[in-house]
């Protein structure tokens, strides 16, 4: 906590957002948005000194809030003691380096806090590779406008990551360290490529968890399948993707993937760094959305995960509705019906549920089948092996006996050779 203190302290920021006529919903601040940017940067190890919401026609071409209202911003850090300033907008270069020029304090955007998060949580090889090739994405740009926050020195918000000396360099360097990230990455997919076939080939279904950061979705993954993983009641606390064998029931196993969460305005540059993780989406054959029950924004946080799952699944994937933490609301506050299901992952309340609802889900019933095949069907082994879950295959006399797990599909058009059904 004494640690924690004193970091809090280091780090004094205020946090300013801009609403202006002419942002797009996505683009505008609001007092909800800035309360989730203190989240933010406490998350961070920061700490609030004032908030500030300024409402404008537009923004100002050169210092986006304007110089007057920058010199206020001003004359606050110095009587709050805050060593930076972090606005909820996307900044420019040039907004950038006018406004610490302005302010004489470190300037950030919610683009490069969220970076900065994503620095400190990431633990596999694989995760320091998408948020170094996110952060470079997101300098290369604004090498010339960073100013002060360039050359700080030593740790905090708004610095870790690639590295002084290598930000220093020239623009060549960056694009071939970029390319080279790239190209490491594209090893990843390729070698996610090869899981997935086999996946497919021993067709096994994929499950994949998505949600809005901090909705719960490692506790259920925990709770459902005991992986272990760190769970903890703060924003990305999960940015490595977690794979785990879940039994559904006698007749059905699922591949049960955890992935980062979302959040509104998440940069683009993680979007496109994080693809290799967030493939698991495209290639899922069921995502379950978990939504924080208790939240005051649900409504709001539920569209921002239902258009990026809009833009990363391939249309036509089933979508289950998991509301979790729902030991916290009110139970006539939470939608109940079909493609719904009621949880509380910390309470492991509600699982047998959300297992039944998963097997509907995928839009499967599975028959634990043994076959006895005639040799002139012989072909239909390798569309077994490729469309069914096989366990055992023996050539006989009396022909080919074969155990496997079949869908309705294949269990209605083989059903004449059933001799035994568990």
């Known amino acids: 906590m004494e640690s924690n203190f004193k970091e809090a302290v280091q780090e004094r920021a205020i946090l300013v957002g801009l609403n202006a006529d002419c942002f797009t919903q996505e683009e505008t601040a609001t007092e909800q948005t800035l309360e989730e940017l203190d989240a933010l940067l406490q998350t961070a190890g920061g700490f609030c000194t004032a908030k500030i919401l300024q409402n404008r026609h537009a923004p100002d071409s050169h210092s986006f809030i304007g110089a007057g209202k920058a010199q206020e911003v001003r004359m606050l850090a110095e009587a709050t003691g805050s060593t930076m300033v972090i606005f909820d907008n996307t900044l420019s270069p040039g907004n950038i380096r006018a406004l610490e020029e302005l302010i004489g304090v470190t300037v950030l955007d919610r683009s490069a806090l969220i970076l900065d998060i994503f620095a400190q949580r990431a633990r596999t090889k694989e995760g320091r590779l998408q948020v170094e090739l996110a952060q470079y994405q997101y300098l290369l740009?604004?090498?010339?406008?960073?100013?002060?926050?360039?050359?700080?020195?030593?740790?905090?918000?708004?610095?870790?990551?690639?590295?002084?000396?290598?930000?220093?360099?020239?623009?060549?360097?960056?694009?071939?360290?970029?390319?080279?990230?790239?190209?490491?990455?594209?090893?990843?997919?390729?070698?996610?490529?090869v899981q997935r076939e086999r996946r497919k080939k021993n067709a096994v279904p994929v499950v994949a968890l998505v949600g809005y950061t901090n909705a719960g979705k490692s506790t259920l993954l925990n709770q459902l399948t005991g992986a272990g993983i760190p769970a903890n009641n703060r924003l990305f606390d999960t940015l490595d993707t977690t794979s785990r064998l879940l039994k559904v029931s006698d007749n059905l196993e699922v591949v049960l993937s955890d992935t980062v969460g979302f959040?509104?305005?998440?940069?683009?540059?993680?979007?496109?760094?994080?693809?290799?993780?967030?493939?698991?989406?495209?290639?899922?054959?069921?995502?379950?959305?978990?939504?924080?029950?208790?939240?005051?924004?649900?409504?709001?946080?539920?569209?921002?995960?239902?258009?990026?799952?809009?833009?990363?699944?391939?249309?036509?994937?089933?979508?289950?509705?998991?509301?979790?933490?729902?030991?916290?609301?009110?139970?006539?506050?939470?939608?109940?019906?079909?493609?719904?299901?009621?949880?509380?992952?910390?309470?492991?309340?509600?699982m047998d549920e959300l297992l039944k609802s998963i097997e509907k889900g995928l839009?499967?019933?599975?028959?634990?089948?043994?076959?006895?095949?005639?040799?002139?069907?012989?072909?239909?082994?390798?569309?077994?092996?490729?469309?069914?879950?096989?366990?055992?295959?023996?050539?006989?006399?009396?022909?080919?006996?074969?155990?496997?797990?079949?869908?309705?599909?294949?269990?209605?058009?083989?059903?004449?050779?059933?001799?035994?059904?568990?």
Do not use: W
Not at 173 to 185: A, N, S, V
Not at 297 to 315: C, G
């Open 141 to 193: 740009p604004r090498l010339s406008g960073m100013g002060a926050s360039l050359s700080r020195q030593g740790g905090g918000i708004g610095t870790r990551g690639p590295g002084e000396t290598q930000l220093e360099t020239d623009r060549r360097h960056i694009r071939e360290r970029i390319r080279r990230l790239e190209e490491e990455l594209e090893q990843v997919r390729r070698v996610r490529g």
């Open 263 to 350: 959040i509104a305005k998440l940069p683009h540059h993680l979007v496109d760094a994080f693809r290799a993780t967030l493939e698991e989406l495209e290639y899922a054959d069921l995502l379950i959305h978990v939504i924080d029950s208790a939240d005051p924004e649900r409504d709001a946080h539920i569209a921002v995960v239902d258009k990026l799952i809009s833009q990363l699944a391939k249309p036509g994937t089933p979508v289950l509705r998991c509301y979790n933490k729902a030991d916290l609301a009110a139970r006539e506050d939470i939608p109940t019906g079909e493609g719904n299901v009621t949880v509380s992952a910390a309470r492991g309340q509600g």
């Open 363 to 422: 839009g499967k019933a599975r028959h634990a089948v043994t076959l006895l095949l005639p040799y002139s069907l012989g072909g239909q082994v390798e569309v077994l092996h490729d469309n069914a879950q096989v366990s055992r295959v023996d050539y006989t006399p009396e022909g080919i006996s074969i155990d496997a797990v079949l869908d309705d599909i294949l269990f209605g058009r083989l059903r004449e050779y059933v001799v035994k059904e568990s």
